[in-house]
């Protein structure tokens, strides 16, 4: 802070700046990796290196605040959210052949065009902006807190409204899929009478999702392999003969 | 000279400390579990009470040969361990154990998020760990811990801001300056709610379903031999010592106690770390591990709902006494 404060020339750079710039083309390169590498789990584990290298940058520009959010929200939730997924899924040790998907030029193009609207809309927008570098810097928690909360309380709101819509409309969609899952007679639907009249556990059905996981699949590499994903226990643990049984157990504990 | 020989004796500290306290608790679970199970634990290594227990262990474990499996993804398996371990390090370089300047390790203004953030990127090391082993143990080992983390995150990050909404401010000596004893009923829902989901979020038993040893063989850990896999476990134990510190500073005042604030303030922080470090050991010898759909239902049903009404307590009674 103090050293950026001071004048120097064009080509005198401080400290601070090297290592911005160094940071800056390490996060780069990082970001390169991610989208290159044929390895599906590498390139989310790239992805960690890049964001973790933005929060890095936002800590040299003084903005401690937005820089441990960038952490907490992006490494700790947003990358952890995609490797769930990708481990769910598909997520093969090794290369993946269809890593590569022919629409690369196109997407590289949106990349650059988004790119360079981002950086025209904010060099336009700061470039008259004067900023004190002599008071509190202008990043830290109480600041950040004080400009948001006087000066952008409305699109703050208005935000957290939009986020709100997307959680109700996450709850909604997958509530419907859960439904129609339900909804056709198929396996599961033939299943909860005994249990539900009985309450026995000796049928096979409800059995046979107590033990879904290790079964036979091998964590075979190839990418095809469709019986690794868990799907059969997940499908049926959300499903009503098991429920009752369920809540049961949970009211005695 | 003087700055680079304080910042140097600070870092030398916290790195004691955090070598140190997680042994001391592991030996402490040694013996508790053992006296509470009416056996006697180790009894033999180092002489008294089997003190050296663990100091046996780590000679053990360097000894071991480090094997990575023949499928692996072998630069990601060995990263795994580093990446588990070193955040806790971090953690525990700002959790203030006493008053003023010379008692914290680095006073980081917006305290709160950085504990949370760095906490959260530990966990990617099971993640690794689990991905990267060629298991199907600890493939699954490592979807339940992510599924856990997703979890337990909100409502650990929920309580919080319930603290840091009472304090008016995220640094972590600022809220322990701003604390009060009344807080501790105040905040009490907050501050179960932050204890639980942190010891889901260690997969400290209860909530060790990521790594049952008795059903997936250990989880994510399943390949790792040596020292690797010691370091994971060390990783456990700095969990468990970094959570009862952050539960002690953000809910139970920290420094402050009944008498003897000011000089002895550390001992108090010391003191209820060490009652939550028996709390956790305690937990484990008592409750039966929970299923994988109960855990999900803990943290949606009830954890966040909790969370969600200590805000709204807090939110009240700050505009009330304000």
């Known amino acids: 802070m103090n050293l950026a404060a001071q004048t120097h020339g064009f080509l005198s750079p401080t400290g601070v700046e090297i290592a911005f710039l160094l940071v800056g083309l390490a996060t780069f390169g990082a970001a390169l990796v991610t989208v290159t590498t044929k390895q599906l789990v590498h390139a989310a584990l790239w992805l960690v290196v890049t964001l973790g290298g933005l929060a890095v940058e936002y800590l040299l520009l003084t903005a401690e605040f937005i820089a441990w959010v960038q952490v907490l929200i992006y490494v700790g939730s947003v990358v952890v959210l995609l490797l769930f997924g990708l481990m769910l899924t598909k997520a093969p040790i090794g290369r993946s052949p269809d890593a590569d998907s022919p629409n690369r030029w196109a997407a590289l193009a949106v990349a650059v065009v988004a790119a360079a609207a981002l950086v025209w809309v904010v060099a336009d927008a700061f470039r008259t902006t004067w900023i004190d570098l002599d008071g509190t810097a202008a990043g830290t928690t109480r600041v950040t807190g004080e400009y948001l909360f006087r000066n952008w309380v409305l699109p703050f709101e208005a935000l957290s409204v939009l986020l709100l819509a997307a959680l109700v409309g996450a709850i909604v969609l997958s509530r419907k899929a859960k439904a129609d899952a339900a909804g056709p007679p198929g396996r599961t639907a033939t299943t909860p009478t005994p249990a539900d009249g009985g309450g026995d556990r000796a049928p096979t059905p409800g059995d046979s999702d107590r033990a879904p996981t290790p079964g036979d699949s091998d964590r075979a590499p190839t990418p095809g392999d469709s019986d690794r994903t868990p799907a059969p226990g997940g499908g049926d643990r959300t499903t009503t003969p098991r429920g009752g049984d369920r809540s049961a157990e949970e009211g005695a504990r | ?322």
């Open chain 2, 1 to 322: 000279m003087n700055d680079v020989a304080d910042v140097a004796l600070r870092l030398l500290i916290v790195f004691v400390v955090f070598l140190a306290f997680p042994l001391i608790v592991g030996q402490t679970e040694h013996k508790v579990m053992a006296h509470m199970q009416g056996r006697l634990g180790p009894m033999y290594a180092g002489g008294f009470h089997g003190w050296a227990q663990l100091v046996a262990d780590g000679v053990k474990f360097a000894q071991k040969e480090d094997v990575v499996p023949a499928g692996a993804d072998r630069r990601v398996f060995q990263l795994a361990p580093a990446v588990a371990l070193l955040p806790y390090l971090l953690v525990l370089l700002v959790i203030p154990i006493g008053p003023g300047e010379g008692a914290v390790g680095q006073v980081i203004d917006a305290g709160v998020f950085f504990v949370l953030a760095v906490m959260g990127v530990g966990v990617l090391g099971a993640l690794m760990a689990g991905w990267a082993s060629a298991n199907k143990f600890s493939l699954l080992g490592g979807l339940r811990t992510a599924a856990q983390l997703l979890a337990y995150e909100l409502p650990m990050l929920l309580a919080a801001a319930s603290v840091a909404m009472a304090a008016g401010t995220v640094s972590l000596p600022g809220i322990l300056d701003a604390f009060h004893w009344w807080w501790l009923p105040w905040q009490i829902v907050g501050a179960v709610v932050f204890f639980v989901a942190g010891l889901a979020e260690l997969q400290r038993p209860p909530f060790d379903m990521p790594v049952a040893d008795s059903e997936i063989i250990f989880g994510a850990y399943t390949e790792y031999t040596g020292l690797r896999f010691a370091l994971f476990l060390l990783a456990e134990y700095a969990g468990i010592v970094v959570l009862c510190g952050l539960t002690t500073v953000l809910f139970l005042g920290g420094w402050h106690g009944p008498w003897g604030a000011d000089g002895l303030g550390w001992v108090w922080t010391l003191l209820k770390t060490a009652v939550l470090a028996f709390v956790v050991i305690w937990l484990r010898v008592t409750y039966p591990r929970l299923r994988e759909d109960q855990l999900q239902k803990l943290s949606w049903t009830l954890l966040v709902p909790l969370a969600l009404a200590q805000i709204a307590l807090t939110g009240i009674v700050k505009v009330v006494i304000s």
